[in-house]
């Protein structure tokens, strides 16, 4: 079965930060551009975060640029995200994404809320 399957999510104090971690099974994630979105209630999902399939390029939101990093192990078939200085607005549902020609997929989401 191909998937994406997020973890790292959780309950986080203003400030603190969290690594969420993005795995595909079933397919490699080799020649596949990956975003990291988030959705938070009530609002639409907006992307954070992109990087190309070789890791040479990445792009941020400007809401969490400086704080966000995003990385890939293609030897692990995995995505990364760091998210550091975590504010209370970056609570949301985050979702990985993997792109390339006709193929989309997506994972099921991890929690991320940041509350004191």
């Known amino acids: 079965q191909l998937q994406l399957v997020e973890s790292g999510g959780g309950l986080v104090q203003p400030g603190g930060s969290l690594r969420l971690s993005c795995a595909a099974s079933g397919f490699t994630l080799d020649n596949y551009a990956i975003a990291w979105f988030r959705q938070a209630p009530g609002k639409e999902r907006e992307g954070v975060s992109c990087?190309?399939?070789?890791?040479?390029?990445?792009n941020y939101a400007d809401s969490v640029k400086g704080r966000f990093t995003i990385s890939r192990d293609n030897a692990k078939n995995t995505i990364s995200l760091q998210m550091s200085s975590l504010k209370p607005e970056d609570t949301a549902v985050y979702y990985c994404n993997a792109r390339f020609v006709f193929n989309d997929y997506w994972g099921q989401g991890t929690q991320v809320t940041v509350s004191s």
């Open positions: 990087i190309s399939s070789s890791g040479g390029s990445t």
